[in-house]
């Protein structure tokens, strides 16, 4: 998460990218990282969820029972992310939830 990212459009649940055009490279990742909750202007949730498209068959499977199950989330400020601060959050999250 170096360096800024880009939402699109500006409501809940959308795609969260370093660049525009990854957007359509969800499959290819299995993964994807959406915009949750704006808690305030310093806090954004963001949270990792599996891609029912995803190009890992076990991927797939799993997101097709529930593509909306959060995997991961953390909490970043969008205006100045600490990318170490938020991996390991992101860490915490997966070990508390899975």
């Known amino acids: 998460m170096s360096g800024k990212f ?3 459009i500006g ?8 660049k525009r055009s990854s957007y359509n490279h969800d499959k290819k990742k299995n993964f994807r990282l959406d915009k949750g909750a704006t808690i305030s202007d310093k806090q954004q949730e963001i949270i990792l969820q599996a891609n029912k498209d995803a190009e890992n068959a076990e991927v797939k499977k799993e997101a097709q029972k529930n593509s909306h199950r959060i995997l991961v989330k953390c909490v ?5 992310v600490d990318a170490e601060k938020a991996k390991m959050d992101l860490e915490a999250s997966f070990k508390e939830n899975n």
């Open 76 to 80: 970043i400020d969008p205006n100045n």
């Open 11 to 18: 409501s809940k649940c959308d795609h969260i990218s370093l």
């Open 6 to 8: 880009s939402v699109f």
